[in-house]
């Protein structure tokens, strides 16, 4: 029997070989595919095509770098940027893949580390105009970033709304620059907008935090503070540590309960009380506008029931000034200005009311403040006589005969020619308002705004001599 021998058996490499070959062989075969795909703009079958030549030879950058260019073209840029950052992996050297790496930054808003990407590339060629261009675009963004971050500390929304638009025509994907445009559009009032950009976010990620919030705001500043609250607690779920989010849910808590605290003074006729509680509530946010025209008007009408009557008057022009098409406000302001007879600013109130809602109660206060006004502008009898609007007959009399003596040529008569000129034109007047305000007829007319001096009232012999020398 023969023994064993030990002998070296050839290894057979070639296969292992001819296998590796073959696979590259492959994926060339799919990159080319993909490429026809690209070419046609079919990017979805270009990316497919790309993704087989990775798994077939996942050490080629050129590959991953097609397929970032493919990703870029159907937006989804986070995912290009994995691909663009394993590509310069495999290939440091890789100049469109420094460039695309670089775009994606741009696209997701990270100006500097675009920045970084654009320098590597000119690196490896000093000329690359490409490169060079995307540079510049990359400073601007970052100063874009800058300008609106300087103009939020200043509370100059406009402007960041502004740098935003701007930084988002050169970062398009990028979601903090809209949630940061979206808060502001919130705290200028533009609501819908704001919602918008929200909304639009939440659809790719119904889990961001950020868009959670802006929805939240939305709703509060529109004063739907129970739905605004669940935004806020979703948002907080989603990100514990958004302070954003919990310094709003803590105002709108406590806006709520300051509100319906004071709401609840003025039910009980507790003025006082309900005009401090409104006041309290007015400093807990600023910035919540819709909410804050309806305290200066609560607080408007706690004051005209105090008798505050210029403060509540300040106060609707407050609530005006945050929400022009407050009706509410319009018609409390007009009733203050009827209170301290300011007939004027009253009729321009009331035509405004009208203008926007043409009710018959809004027409009727419409017609007693122009009333009013036509009768401040004539002589107040009333006041000639020193006497108020529901005085009797005889306080009426009374009245005529102490300033037609007080007034009678006759006292005047040692005195300068103005004095006497003055002194017989205001006993004059004196007899004017006794004729009028002691004929029950005419003191109605007069009472209901009619022109007297047309009626032929102060015709005849009824002048001040006469009635004077009737209480002889």
Do not use: W
């Not at 502004?162 to 919130?186: N, V």
């Not at 005969?401 to 002194?423: I, N």
């Not at 007829?441 to 001096?453: P, S, T």
């Amino acid at each position: 029997k023969m023994a064993a021998v030990d002998i070296d058996m050839p290894v057979e490499t070639e296969p292992v070989i001819r296998a590796q070959d073959d696979l590259e062989r492959e994926a060339e075969g799919f990159k080319e595919q993909g490429n026809a795909y690209y070419s046609k703009k079919d990017y979805s079958e270009a990316f497919n095509y790309y993704t087989k030549a990775i798994d077939a030879c996942p050490r080629n950058a050129s590959y991953y770098g097609n397929r970032a260019a493919t990703l870029m073209m159907l937006s989804r840029f986070r995912e290009a940027l994995e691909d663009s950052q394993q590509a310069v992996r495999l290939d440091d050297c890789f100049m469109k893949g420094h460039l695309r790496e670089g775009k994606c930054h741009m696209s997701l808003g990270n100006g500097m580390a675009a920045s970084r990407c654009f320098q590597k590339v000119l690196e490896l060629d000093p000329n690359n105009k490409e490169a060079k261009q995307e540079k510049k675009n990359a400073a601007v963004l970052l100063e874009y970033e800058k300008m609106a971050d300087f103009s939020f500390e200043k509370r100059d929304f406009r402007k960041v709304v502004y740098c935003m638009d701007r930084a988002l025509a050169l970062a398009p994907t990028c979601h903090r620059f809209k949630i940061h445009k979206a808060e502001c559009l919130a705290l200028l009032g533009r609501y819908p907008e704001a919602q918008s950009v929200a909304s639009d976010i939440l659809r790719l990620d119904s889990t961001n935090a950020d868009a959670l919030y802006v929805r939240g705001l939305c709703l509060y500043y529109e004063d739907c503070i129970d739905k605004a609250v669940q935004f806020f607690v979703q948002a907080l779920r989603m990100a514990p540590d958004h302070e954003k989010a919990r310094l709003a849910c803590r105002n709108a808590k406590a806006l709520k309960a300051k509100k319906e605290e004071g709401n609840q003074a003025f039910k009980i006729y507790n003025y006082e009380s309900a005009y401090v509680l409104y006041t309290e509530a007015l400093a807990i946010d600023p910035n919540n506008i819709k909410t804050n025209a309806k305290l200066y008007c609560n607080r408007a009408t706690a004051g005209a029931k105090l008798k505050k009557l210029n403060q509540a008057i300040e106060d609707c022009t407050s609530a005006i000034r945050l929400d022009d098409t407050y009706i509410k406000a319009y018609l409390r302001r007009a009733q203050c200005y009827m209170d301290t007879e300011q007939y004027e600013e009253a009729v321009r109130d009331y035509e405004k009311v009208y203008q926007t809602e043409k009710t018959s109660d809004h027409k009727h206060l419409l017609k007693t403040a122009q009333m009013e006004l036509k009768k401040s502008k004539r002589k107040d009898y009333y006041k000639v006589l020193g006497v108020g609007k529901n005085a009797t007959e005889d306080e009426i009399k009374k009245a005529y005969r102490k300033r037609a003596l007080m007034h009678h040529p006759d006292r005047h008569s040692g005195a300068t020619p103005e004095v006497q000129k003055e002194e017989e034109k205001k006993f004059k007047e004196v007899g004017e308002a006794f004729t009028v305000l002691s004929d029950p007829k005419k003191k109605m007319r007069y009472d209901n705004g009619h022109d007297l001096e047309d009626d032929g009232c102060f015709e005849g012999d009824s002048g001040p001599g006469n009635f004077f020398f009737q209480f002889g």
